[in-house]
């Protein structure tokens, strides 16, 4: 057992300061959604053109997210949090005012570049405050608000909808905003520069094209309901190459833009298994489960969302006691109980009656969330344990492209599991969608504990 390390109060005033940055992204994922129907009728413009300010954001936010640790070691994480919430809020209000929708689009692509700056710098600025040996409770009590963010979207964006307009779901970022930079610049560090190099161009380059791509092939994946559709293939094949050839040069290059190199080490390669995974099975259940309020229990979009913060909250309050743990013994030792609880809750929804009342549906809800903050919050900590205070601008980066990535990949597939296996009734599509969830689950307890728990109780 590791005696665990008092945090400062400065560390905790500067981790509710970057909070900031965490919630306004987190109601960006899904506040815009309901939306989008409103919008395209106010803005004369078609649903085909209009989902685009939601694919154009996200895949901005992909083609953003690897050059953060290189522009953190440039000119310190808190300057880059700072710059990424002030570009937030502006292109928040240029969303607001986009005439037409070919402006809002290019306003949100150029947010969605923010969007991936903004939670890896923060992520950063809390380590480097906070050190490894107290990273685990710091992060997991300032994520509850972050976690909470996506369930509320939907509630949030039906009233803006429903009252006023389609510019309230950008404009309510302007004042949460403002309000982190007037705080954020009295306390946030500007951190120091590290010896950053010239940037990796080619590198740069070689993953712009590939996260895009292979996002955008996803996406269509979903939307075509097949992996075998023509709109897949071209951005797939067109995705692949540069993605081997981005590999290739990263583990050759002295100063690559991702360091890939991080993955020889076991400890950190086994927690990145356990963070893409539990990405599929937390956002991909994000996804699946609004549908199955609405497809099999006929519920609106406010009630989908309040149903949804049953889930947040049982993640909500079991975060802080998962970073305590793995703080003090490291990942490892949660891994029965994430199996246990996540496994049993998500297996009860698959036998689960298609009448089943909605008070069981909601406890099994808080224990999916309880199992998967489990899960998530120490193979983070055990993932940043492992690293050196050089290489933590790489390592969150990387981490936060797992999750992001694995839950796309998780939300599509589960997606294409359902919509494949409706013609065979609801419920029965509903049934097989969540026994791919627990295999989800399963699979982001695949990775080794030991090498996990070891290498966070060694920093």
Not at 50 to 74: E, N
Not at 154 to 174: K, M, T
Not at 269 to 296: C, D, H, K, R, T
Not at 310 to 333: N, Q
């Amino acid at each position: 057992m590791t005696r665990t390390e008092a945090i400062p109060a400065a560390v905790w005033r500067l981790a509710v300061v970057l909070a900031f940055g965490g919630v306004m992204a987190g109601l960006d994922t899904s506040v815009v959604n309901v939306g989008l129907d409103v919008t395209g009728r106010d803005l004369d413009a078609s649903l085909a053109s209009v989902q685009w300010v939601q694919s154009g954001y996200l895949l901005a936010l992909a083609a953003a997210l690897p050059v953060c640790g290189w522009i953190s070691r440039r000119v310190g994480a808190g300057r880059l949090w700072l710059w990424s919430l002030a570009a937030f809020t502006g292109t928040s209000a240029l969303c607001a005012l986009a005439p037409g929708i070919g402006w809002l689009i290019a306003f949100r692509v150029l947010q969605g570049v923010a969007g991936g700056l903004l939670v890896p710098s923060g992520m950063t600025v809390l380590g480097q405050a906070a050190g490894p040996g107290r990273m685990g409770r710091v992060v997991a009590t300032t994520s509850v608000p972050a976690i909470l963010a996506p369930a509320v979207g939907p509630v949030v964006g039906a009233l803006l909808i429903s009252e006023p307009s389609w510019h309230w779901l950008f404009l309510v970022n302007v004042p949460a905003g403002v309000l982190g930079l007037v705080v954020g610049l009295r306390t946030v560090p500007r951190g120091g520069t590290t010896g950053a190099g010239r940037l990796d161009g080619p590198g740069l380059a070689l993953v712009a094209v590939v996260l895009p791509l292979l996002t955008y092939a996803i996406t269509e994946a979903a939307a075509s309901r097949t992996l075998l559709a023509p709109s897949v293939a071209p951005p797939l094949a067109g995705g692949v190459p540069p993605l081997l050839a981005f590999v290739r040069r990263s583990l050759r290059s002295a100063a690559p833009l991702l360091d890939l190199r991080l993955f020889r080490n076991r400890g950190y390669a086994a927690a990145s298994f356990e963070v893409l995974f539990n990405g599929a099975a937390l956002f991909g259940g994000l996804i699946v489960m609004p549908l199955y309020f609405q497809l099999q229990r006929r519920a609106g979009i406010v009630e989908t969302g309040l149903l949804l913060t049953a889930f947040s909250l049982g993640a909500a309050a079991t975060f802080p006691v998962a970073g305590r743990l793995a703080d003090r013994h490291g990942g490892g030792i949660v891994t029965l109980a994430v199996l246990v609880v996540t496994t049993l809750s998500t297996v009860a929804l698959a036998l689960s009656p298609a009448d089943v009342d909605v008070v069981t549906v909601e406890l099994l809800m808080v224990a999916r969330g309880i199992g998967l903050a489990l899960s998530g919050m120490p193979a983070v900590s055990a993932a940043f344990a492992t690293v050196s205070a050089r290489q933590l601008p790489d390592a969150t980066s990387q981490i936060t492209i797992l999750s992001r990535v694995g839950g796309a990949i998780g939300g599509a597939v589960f997606v294409v599991i359902l919509t494949g296996a409706l013609p065979a009734g609801v419920a029965a599509a509903f049934r097989l969608t969540f026994w791919s969830l627990t295999a989800a689950t399963l699979a982001a307890l695949g990775a080794p504990p030991g090498s996990c728990a070891n290498s966070a109780g060694r920093h």
